[in-house]
């Protein structure tokens, strides 16, 4: 029988997303090799400034996305959600009073399923932050419930 001594692993995760689970491999015994196949960056902020705007939500999608958000621009906002746990945590990390009853579930569909269950979209304006080549369900879900997004 195999052991994880036995293991050899390729961890393609960003550099600064990786470095936890290849610790915890190789405190296992496992021979590692963490190659990552993407780099996260900040998007460039051209045209980004909503610091004299007001939205009824702000959304992040990612922990990387709140990780980058150019926080002297962000705008006034009455709510704030996080997809997924660990977007959750990294909101709290930075001070984000998040909204108090989070969509169960990880992804755009359950977020989506709760802001409909909910009456949350309607007539709503909303700030998506999200990486780009992020998934387009969210947004055009948001816009088929009837929320006015940027």
Request: net charge neutral.
């Amino acid at each position: 029988m195999k052991t994880i001594l036995d293991w050899h692993v390729l961890v393609t995760r960003p550099l600064h997303q990786g470095k936890g689970l290849v610790k915890m491999l190789l405190q296992a015994g496992a021979q590692v090799y963490h190659v990552p196949t993407i780099e996260i960056l900040a998007l460039k902020l051209n045209d980004w400034d909503y610091s004299d705007k007001s939205f009824d939500w702000i959304i992040w999608t990612s922990a990387n996305a709140v990780a980058f958000t150019p926080w002297k621009l962000l705008p006034n906002y009455k709510h704030a959600l996080a997809i997924g746990p660990a977007t959750a945590r990294v909101c709290r990390e930075h001070e984000v009073s998040l909204f108090r009853d989070l969509p169960k579930g990880t992804d755009s569909e359950s977020c989506l399923k709760w802001m409909s269950d909910h009456g949350l979209c309607q007539n709503k304006s909303i700030l998506l932050i999200k990486g780009e080549g992020c998934r387009h369900l969210l947004k055009e879900g948001i816009e088929h419930l009837g929320g006015s997004l940027e």
